[in-house]
Every structure is written in structure tokens, then in C-alpha cells.
């Protein structure tokens, strides 16, 4: 098993729980994006709001250059990449002694261009396929139950599943063969994961065997290299149109490899827009409110020249018994006394003894201290 790779085993071998983590990640890349996107939308609807309903073209548009450059320069994914992964092409023949023997990394371990496109065709599409077939179901009123549609659901979602036409047939079938079908796959999915747990086959996802490459860990030798091509000096050319050429080339190339950088400061930046809209930020009430300004607390009420004379010395004493407070109350005047002594006080005179405002017995409310 893989959890003694370390223990002479093979230590190149990455975990399944490595694997899962940068599936997790590569899924989680679309949502996010998704919901900055939705984010800066609300502001210019004009120019983003088309992308925001296409998102999943969008996504694959753009991931299919952010894959293809990964593969091409490092062997891997975006997210292998991350987490220190390569793709290698699965040799007929175990070549750990005779690359222990000699060093480096053998030349047939590199993705032609074969394996790049197949690579790229999986990556891309299977996320692809899924999110709009999930999205289709969803259209179809899947996972919502029939009494909802029914009473005061979409019309248009009665009017599909009821149509009689060859269309209408298959959008039901489509709705019923869907979660079936969906279960299955994930089914498939975890049967090769559990395989792979155990050592039964080298590849933990079914196509990287059409494929034809399994997943390594990055050894020394790959880093070496890596940092062979970057010290490398190429010759260039003198001159300021060399330059803007040599600088227009490399940028698509800088920002890409920079990904990996700028992964989690969006990720943090996300977390921070979800807590900033989030209705129990205390960054809300940091915010002007759109309402105006915050109404100030209201003023206390002067003492009634017939009322009985408060003592501002005399702090935390009842007015009414000139002791300290028990069981403070507070009448709606703002004035605070003993609960006894104003429950006494406004049962007889139903009025507070220092204003002369109104009040009665159900209006005392006790303050907690």
C-alpha cells in the first residue's frame, strides 16, 4: 500500500491523497473564477455579463492555453504542477536501477506531442462535458421535487417533460438516465482509486492508461534541470524592436508560469470578497450605509422641576431609596432604580419620579450588568 512508499517502497509514488488534493484544487479553479466574475459583473454588466452566462466555454477557452503550457514546459497539469507532480509516458520496461545507475532524467520519459493533446482533449473535456450536462439536468427541473413544479414551477420545465415529440423523449430519458449514469462514473472513479490504494494498477484515473502516462512525484533530477533551462543564456539581439519583440514573447509565458504564485493570493483574495458581502461582516458596519448617516443615541431626559433631584455623585444609588441598586430596571425615561422601588412607584403614581413621564408596569425593563 501506498502509505509505506517511504519504507521500501517506491518513494516517487505520489499519494492518493496527493492526487486527490490537486483534483480538488483543479475543481475548485471554475467556481472561483465564476465568482469573481459574477462579482465584477455587477458592476459592468455591459462587458462582462455575456462571459458570466457562457462561463463554462470561458473557462475552457482559457484553460486550454494554461494546460497546454504547463504540459508542454513542465510534463504536468496546472495543478499537478502545484502540488509537485509530473506525467510521465509509462515505460514497457521499469527503468528506476538504470536511471539510478546513470542520473538525469530519461529522454523517454517527455510527452510528445501525442500524449500533450490526449492529456489536453481529458483535462478539458470531461470537466467540460460534466458541468454542462449537470447544468442541462438542472434546466430539466433535476433534483427538484415534482409537487414544486407542479403548483407554481416554470412552465417551461412542465412543457419539456410533457412534450410527446421525439425531443421530449429524450430530454426524459435524459432526466432519468442522468443521475444513474453520473453515479456510475463516480462508482468508476472510486473503484480505480481503491486499486490504486492497493497497488493493483499504476494509474489512478482509468484513461491516464489510454493515455499512456502515469503520475510521479518531482525527483531531484527534474529540479536540476528545471533550473538548467532557466539559467541558460540564449543569445540575443541588440536594439529597441529586438527588445520589444523578446519582451512581448516571454510575457505570456512569465504570466503563466507565475500562476502558481498567484494562485493563492486569489484565493485569498475570494475568501476575503466572501466575508467582505458575507450579511454578519463586521465590515458592514464599517461601510456608509445607504440609508444615510447612523441615527445617534437619544439624549437623556432633563429632570422635572417637580420630580424628586438625582444626585450625579452618588453613582450606581437607587433615586427613589438613595441605596445602592438591586435588580436594576430601567423606566422608558432612561432613568434607572431598584426594581421594588420602581414597580412601587409606577403602580401608584404611574408616572417616573424624576421626568414625570408617563409609564406603566409592563414598560420596566431590567438591565443586565
Given at each position: ?13 505520489p499519494s492518493l491523497f496527493e492526487l486527490v488534493a490537486q483534483e480538488q484544487l ?75 545507475a546513470v542520473g538525469g532524467i530519461p529522454a523517454g520519459e517527455k510527452l510528445r ?257
Amino acid at each position: 500500500m501506498e502509505f509505506f512508499n517511504d519504507v521500501g517502497g517506491d518513494p516517487l509514488k505520489p499519494s492518493l491523497f496527493e492526487l486527490v488534493a490537486q483534483e480538488q484544487l483543479r475543481d475548485l479553479l471554475q467556481p472561483a473564477l465564476k465568482y469573481v466574475l459574477a462579482v465584477f459583473a455587477q458592476r459592468y454588466p455591459r462587458y462582462l455579463i455575456r462571459i458570466v452566462n457562457r462561463h463554462e466555454e470561458f473557462y475552457a477557452f482559457i484553460m486550454l492555453f494554461v494546460e497546454r503550457h504547463y504540459l508542454r514546459k513542465h510534463n504536468a497539469s496546472f495543478s499537478e504542477n502545484f502540488y509537485g507532480l509530473k506525467r510521465r509516458r509509462k515505460p514497457w520496461i521499469a527503468t528506476e536501477r538504470a536511471t539510478a545507475a546513470v542520473g538525469g532524467i530519461p529522454a523517454g520519459e517527455k510527452l510528445r506531442s501525442r500524449e500533450i493533446w490526449r492529456s489536453l482533449f481529458l483535462l478539458i473535456a470531461i470537466p467540460y462535458l460534466r458541468a454542462k450536462g449537470q447544468d442541462y439536468y438542472e434546466s430539466l427541473g433535476g433534483g427538484i421535487d415534482s409537487d414544486i413544479l407542479e403548483d407554481g414551477g416554470s412552465e417551461r420545465h412542465i412543457r419539456e417533460l410533457t412534450d410527446e415529440s421525439i425531443a421530449g423523449v429524450l430530454r426524459r430519458m435524459f432526466k432519468t438516465l442522468y443521475p444513474w449514469f453520473n453515479t456510475g462514473f463516480e462508482v468508476w472513479l472510486l473503484a480505480h482509486n481503491v486499486a490504486y490504494l492497493f497497488d493493483r494498477t499504476p494509474f489512478y484515473r482509468p484513461w491516464l492508461a489510454w493515455i499512456g502516462v502515469d503520475l510521479r512525484r518531482l525527483n531531484m533530477d527534474d529540479f536540476l534541470a528545471h533550473k538548467a533551462k532557466q539559467n541558460a543564456i540564449s543569445p540575443t539581439k541588440s536594439g529597441f524592436l529586438a527588445i520589444v519583440r523578446r519582451l512581448l514573447l516571454r510575457s505570456p509565458r512569465l504570466l503563466l508560469d507565475s500562476l502558481r504564485l498567484l494562485l493563492p493570493t486569489a484565493i485569498f483574495f475570494i475568501k476575503f470578497l466572501e466575508w467582505w458581502y458575507s450579511p454578519g461582516s463586521p465590515a458592514r458596519s464599517l461601510s456608509i450605509s445607504p440609508l444615510g448617516p447612523a441615527i445617534p443615541p437619544p439624549q437623556i431626559l432633563p429632570p422635572h422641576p417637580a420630580g424628586i433631584t438625582v444626585d450625579s455623585t452618588k453613582y450606581g444609588h437607587c433615586p427613589l431609596c438613595k441605596e445602592p441598586i438591586h435588580n436594576a430596571t430601567a423606566l422608558p425615561s432612561g432613568y434607572v432604580f431598584c426594581y421594588r422601588c420602581a414597580h412601587d412607584h409606577v403602580e401608584q403614581h404611574g408616572n417616573c419620579p424624576i421626568t414625570l413621564l408617563p409609564a406603566k408596569a409592563w414598560q420596566l425593563r431590567k438591565v443586565l450588568v
